[in-house]
Nanobody, 132 residues
Framework: QVQLVESGGGLVQAGGSLRLSCATS????????IGWFRQVSGKEREGVAC????????YYPDSLKGRFTISRDDAKNMVYLLINSLNAEDTGVYYC?????????????????????????WGQGTQVTIAS
């Protein structure tokens, strides 16, 4: 049974940093492209950081480059997202996603929420709230 379980969310002061974790099971992580997404109330889910399984390349939207860092530890079946210089616009629910590398060509493609399904998997999300 495939599972992705996010953790590390919470209430954080603006300007601080936060590391989110995603524990994966039920599949071989190194064979999967992975991504972090966030959803703000009333808006569509957006990809914030993704890694391709084919070449390890990483994609960040231009607006988030420099503050977000995605990493993976295939041996531990873990995926991480480090967010620095938090601001109010970072508030939202953060999701971890995975999709077999066979179906994903690039890290950028992995960051398209609509590309995850079918054949991909989502975690249940973790809430991040930034206090100003």
């Amino acid at each position: 049974q495939v599972q992705l379980v996010e953790s590390g969310g919470g209430l954080v002061q603006a300007g601080g940093s936060l590391r989110l974790s995603c524990a994966t099971s039920g599949f071989t992580l190194e064979d999967y492209a992975i991504g972090w997404f966030r959803q703000v109330s009333g808006k569509e889910r957006e990809g914030v950081a993704c890694i391709s399984s084919r070449d390890g390349s990483i994609y960040y939207p231009d607006s988030l480059k420099g503050r977000f860092t995605i990493s993976r530890d295939d041996a531990k079946n873990m995926v991480y997202l480090l967010i620095n210089s938090l601001n109010a616009e970072d508030t939202g629910v953060y999701y971890c996603a995975a999709k077999a590398g066979l179906f994903i060509d690039t890290a950028r493609e992995m960051c398209i929420a609509d590309a995850i399904s079918p054949m991909g998997y989502w975690g249940q999300g973790t809430q991040v709230t930034i206090a100003s």
